[in-house]
């Protein structure tokens, strides 16, 4: 089939949730022989949208990328303060439309290029609702459809134009059952093509934990976050619940890797390695006593599941629902919802060993059952033998 991806940023270097699971999907697929073309932006910094990247097609992976450029950056503190504003007041559907502009990508010229396009392609795919390109792509083509919102109980959803974005599709697709669950419980979504996606993950056959811990000095036991550090995904209260059990329990180090976006504390038992390289990335998991994703925004969470892969247990935030299904249906970790159990939970991952492997055993037959890349391919298989056969 020749298929269409239409995403917000897209790249090697975009390593957004969303972002990077639409990379991983397409990539799959291309490898199976569909053909896949994503249409997305010269953006690569999702708070600015800055141009960086160079418009025009590119190849990357087998999936071919059609790029255009972003017509106005955005400020992130006057569309904060907009959002602030539209959330808390009452307000019309044209003030609806302009916090989509903000909200950006502003690209009119991708959603001119997949309406000329349309003819060539038999089905359109969106990833994540929230974006200018999500809400005006669906409208503008009429060929079949699905939506993969990875969306959270945030206020956005509360937005009349969001009932909308979930009209358009033919199918609505999920991360999780609490995403799926949760959506149903806002939207008519009733009479739509729904299943629970998920997304494979790879199991290292062996991960270099030695080397991992000698080339980084590392030698005591530490607790290992990943992804994006900003406020947003939790992370300035994670280490100031950190540094609270540090001044009570010496000894145990905090490890953060990946994109900074915020300011850490000097601290003698918090490091900051950067963004590592996968090999590196699974040894530093495999190595850790737990890995902690304080979050409270997740449609899923790859750096849960690489945890898991690894067997490390994983110890999360409990108000974000797909986080603690993870625990709770894998039986694969702990969750907390302030700092006094914060730090109960590392106690236990401390000084209980067995516990700790058997956790993450667990978890490691959860991945497998679950998040296998055969089983995630063979679900998106069966979406478009569905839309193609009911919608022709």
Not at 316 to 345: D, I
């Amino acid at each position: 089939m020749n298929i269409a991806f239409v995403i917000q940023r897209y790249g090697k270097e975009v390593m957004g949730g969303a972002e990077l699971y639409c990379r991983l999907i397409a990539q799959k697929l291309a490898q199976t022989g569909h053909e896949i073309t994503v249409y997305t932006t010269t953006a690569k910094d999702y708070i600015t949208w800055k141009n960086e990247y160079s418009p025009g097609e590119t190849f990357l992976d087998k999936v071919r990328i059609k790029r255009y450029p972003v017509e106005i950056e955005r400020n992130i503190q006057s569309f904060n303060q907009y959002s602030e504003w539209i959330f808390s007041h009452d307000h019309t559907h044209e003030e609806e439309i302009e916090w989509l502009k903000q909200q950006g990508p502003y690209c009119p010229s991708l959603i001119q290029a997949l309406q000329e396009e349309e003819p060539n392609y038999d089905f359109f795919f969106f990833f994540t609702y929230l974006y200018y390109p999500t809400y005006w792509g669906l409208r503008s083509v009429h060929k079949n459809k699905a939506l993969l919102p990875a969306a959270h109980d945030e206020p956005p959803l509360s937005l009349s134009v969001m009932k909308e974005v979930f009209s358009y599709p033919q199918a609505v697709v999920f991360n999780t059952p609490a995403e799926k669950d949760m959506l149903n419980s806002r939207f008519n979504l009733e009479n739509k093509y729904q299943d629970i996606m998920g997304l494979g993950v790879e199991i290292p056959e062996r991960t270099e934990k030695a080397r991992f811990r000698e080339k980084y000095r590392i030698f005591s036991p530490y607790l290992l976050y990943a992804g994006r550090i900003e406020k947003g995904k939790g992370c300035e209260e994670l280490v100031r619940y950190f540094i609270e059990f540090n001044r009570e329990c010496p000894g145990m180090i905090l490890v953060l890797i990946g994109t900074l976006l915020m300011e850490l504390p000097s601290h003698p038992y918090i490091q900051y390695l950067g963004f590592l390289p996968p090999e590196e990335k699974n040894a530093a998991l495999a190595s850790a006593v737990v890995t902690v994703h304080p979050s409270p925004y997740e449609s899923l969470c790859m750096a849960a599941l690489e945890s898991l892969a690894v067997r490390t247990p994983i110890l999360v935030q409990e108000k974000t629902l797909p986080l603690k299904n993870h625990c709770l249906q894998g039986n694969s970790g702990l969750w907390y919802s302030h700092y006094e159990e914060f730090r109960a939970a590392l106690h236990i991952f401390l000084q209980n060993s067995r516990l700790r492997k058997k956790l993450g055993d667990n978890g490691l037959d959860y991945v497998r059952k679950h998040y296998a890349w055969p089983q995630v391919i063979e679900r998106y298989s069966r979406l478009f033998r569905h839309l193609t056969s009911s919608y022709k």
